[in-house]
């Protein structure tokens, strides 16, 4: 059974040391995580598994006093004392050092998806199960003040029921052709299907919302666009040798050239393609490596739009909009209930209550959230709070600091692979009760 859940601002007492974590994946989100934690003032980072040579001697300026492990292998065998590990590998390397640390005692922090197979969710799952070990899956929307504005708005009954939630997530242009067509995340067997690498976090968010199970899933989509009989004719493999590349949306060019000199945007999406910030050094790897291939010539397969629809217990529905195609900015929800509606953008809601609001203009707005685009502002301010969160239960030992428990992260994650077997068989998924 999911737990009740503290809220996220509760007080717990500072501990008479400083938490010790291990950290295994120095990488984008390792990094940001291990750092929030620091930065508390409360944990201290005392063992590093990192292979690639640049990022640990980045993640060891940043962890002085951290020992360092080309392998999470080595770090497992070695098993220093520490109360928690921050897995934050890529998705196919989650499984093995979940449940090995598992086994070892300690509590874990794990980016999602939790594993690319619902298998391996559920035996890590099932680990921290048997070896009691708390198990904190970053669903870090759950985190951010504005979901917990949105959730106390429906728990102060202003909504009534919820009967109906529409749900879009705009993944964005330039984004899309970063990750998902020339990235880390651009295939499923390397990755995830996108409903897991991507919306993992949406279809939590809405169940989150909803506060119900989900029992039906239906999904449809695909990958439109960026295909190969969509290159423009006379272009090059490569932005750098292109023809068209000036009127092309998608130009690696000029997404990555126009990054140097804003220090957010060095940070991500340029950190990701090098570390060299001067225009040779961002030329370099546009020509050497896969961020400046033509979007129509890679070997990308995840979908560029998805739809879901979920019917929740009790009759509720839902429908999820994955795109591509927008603006790089917040998701945008609308929430229907017996009472009210609620209109939010990310950063701020308009609530209409049906008793009081009968006139246009009579909604009220609220500002929850912080402005700037999601992974520039961690995910509107859900990746710190994801960390105090785990950081208080690892103080009071109490899991309900953390926002989902095992049993929630991985009822998410089933609803991700219903909708993908839906999608794969045009068929409607019933999810057992
Ligand atoms: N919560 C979110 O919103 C969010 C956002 C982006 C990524 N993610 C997820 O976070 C995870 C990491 O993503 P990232 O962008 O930080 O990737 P990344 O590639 O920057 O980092 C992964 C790191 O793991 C290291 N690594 C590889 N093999 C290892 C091993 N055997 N032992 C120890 N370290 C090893 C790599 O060298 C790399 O530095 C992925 O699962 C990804 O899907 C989550």
Redesign the pocket.
Not at 19 to 38: E, I, N
Not at 142 to 167: C, F, M, N
Not at 349 to 376: M, N, R, S, W
Not at 381 to 404: N, Y
């Given at each position: 059974m999911p737990h009740a859940q503290m809220h996220p601002d509760t007080p717990v007492q500072t501990p008479d040391r400083l938490l010790r974590l291990l950290l295994?994946?120095?990488?984008?989100?390792?990094s940001t995580y291990a750092g929030y934690a620091v930065t508390t003032g409360r944990a201290e980072v005392v063992a590093v598994?990192?292979?690639?040579p640049i990022?640990a001697a980045t993640a060891l300026e940043r962890h002085a006093d951290a020992e360092l492990f080309?392998?999470?292998?080595a770090l497992a065998e070695r098993a220093p004392e520490a109360d928690a590990v921050i897995i934050?590998?890529?998705?196919v390397?989650?499984v093995e050092?979940a449940i090995r640390f598992a086994e070892l005692g300690y509590h874990i922090l794990l980016?999602?998806?939790m594993a690319t197979s619902e298998e391996d969710c559920r035996a890590i799952v099932a680990a921290a199960q048997r070896t009691g070990v708390m198990l904190a899956v970053?669903h870090?929307l759950r985190y951010t003040p504005y979901t917990q504005g949105v959730k106390e708005i429906i728990a102060s009954g202003r909504l009534g029921d919820i009967v109906s939630v529409e749900h879009l997530e705009p993944v964005g242009w330039w984004h899309q052709a970063h990750s998902y067509v020339r990235g880390?995340?651009r295939r499923e067997d390397q990755?995830s299907p996108m409903l897991l690498?991507k919306s993992s976090?949406d279809l939590d968010w809405i169940s989150y919302v909803v506060g119900k199970p989900v029992r039906k899933v239906s999904s449809f989509g695909g990958l439109m666009h960026f295909r190969p009989e969509n290159r423009p004719q006379g272009a090059a493999d490569k932005c750098l040798d292109c023809s068209v590349e000036s009127t092309c949306p998608y130009s690696a060019k000029r997404l990555y050239l126009s990054c140097l000199g804003d220090p957010d945007r060095e940070r991500w999406p340029l950190g990701?393609v090098t570390e060299v910030r001067t225009v040779e050094g961002v030329e370099k790897a546009l020509r050497e490596g896969p961020y400046g291939q033509c979007v129509y010539a890679c070997d990308n397969d995840v979908v560029d739009h998805q739809v879901v629809n979920l019917e929740y217990e009790g009759g509720a529905t839902a429908s999820f909009t994955m795109t591509a195609f927008t603006p790089f900015t917040h998701r945008k929800t609308r929430i229907f209930g017996t009472r009210g509606a609620l209109d939010g953008d990310g950063v701020r809601v308009t609530v209409t209550d049906f008793v009081a609001d009968l006139v246009p203009g009579d909604e009220e707005t609220i500002v929850l959230g912080v402005d700037g685009p999601d992974?520039g502002s961690g995910?509107g301010g859900g990746?710190e709070r994801l960390v105090d969160s785990f950081l208080d239960a690892l103080t009071s030992g109490d899991p309900t600091r953390i926002l989902s428990d095992p049993a929630t992260s991985l009822e998410s994650h089933i609803v991700a692979w219903a909708a993908e077997r839906s999608r794969h068989t045009g068929t409607v998924q019933t999810l057992a009760g």
């Amino acid at each position: 059974m999911p737990h009740a859940q503290m809220h996220p601002d509760t007080p717990v007492q500072t501990p008479d040391r400083l938490l010790r974590l291990l950290l295994v994946g120095a990488g984008g989100r390792g990094s940001t995580y291990a750092g929030y934690a620091v930065t508390t003032g409360r944990a201290e980072v005392v063992a590093v598994a990192e292979p690639d040579p640049i990022r640990a001697a980045t993640a060891l300026e940043r962890h002085a006093d951290a020992e360092l492990f080309a392998d999470w292998r080595a770090l497992a065998e070695r098993a220093p004392e520490a109360d928690a590990v921050i897995i934050a590998t890529q998705d196919v390397d989650h499984v093995e050092p979940a449940i090995r640390f598992a086994e070892l005692g300690y509590h874990i922090l794990l980016e999602k998806p939790m594993a690319t197979s619902e298998e391996d969710c559920r035996a890590i799952v099932a680990a921290a199960q048997r070896t009691g070990v708390m198990l904190a899956v970053c669903h870090v929307l759950r985190y951010t003040p504005y979901t917990q504005g949105v959730k106390e708005i429906i728990a102060s009954g202003r909504l009534g029921d919820i009967v109906s939630v529409e749900h879009l997530e705009p993944v964005g242009w330039w984004h899309q052709a970063h990750s998902y067509v020339r990235g880390n995340w651009r295939r499923e067997d390397q990755a995830s299907p996108m409903l897991l690498a991507k919306s993992s976090h949406d279809l939590d968010w809405i169940s989150y919302v909803v506060g119900k199970p989900v029992r039906k899933v239906s999904s449809f989509g695909g990958l439109m666009h960026f295909r190969p009989e969509n290159r423009p004719q006379g272009a090059a493999d490569k932005c750098l040798d292109c023809s068209v590349e000036s009127t092309c949306p998608y130009s690696a060019k000029r997404l990555y050239l126009s990054c140097l000199g804003d220090p957010d945007r060095e940070r991500w999406p340029l950190g990701a393609v090098t570390e060299v910030r001067t225009v040779e050094g961002v030329e370099k790897a546009l020509r050497e490596g896969p961020y400046g291939q033509c979007v129509y010539a890679c070997d990308n397969d995840v979908v560029d739009h998805q739809v879901v629809n979920l019917e929740y217990e009790g009759g509720a529905t839902a429908s999820f909009t994955m795109t591509a195609f927008t603006p790089f900015t917040h998701r945008k929800t609308r929430i229907f209930g017996t009472r009210g509606a609620l209109d939010g953008d990310g950063v701020r809601v308009t609530v209409t209550d049906f008793v009081a609001d009968l006139v246009p203009g009579d909604e009220e707005t609220i500002v929850l959230g912080v402005d700037g685009p999601d992974a520039g502002s961690g995910h509107g301010g859900g990746d710190e709070r994801l960390v105090d969160s785990f950081l208080d239960a690892l103080t009071s030992g109490d899991p309900t600091r953390i926002l989902s428990d095992p049993a929630t992260s991985l009822e998410s994650h089933i609803v991700a692979w219903a909708a993908e077997r839906s999608r794969h068989t045009g068929t409607v998924q019933t999810l057992a009760g």
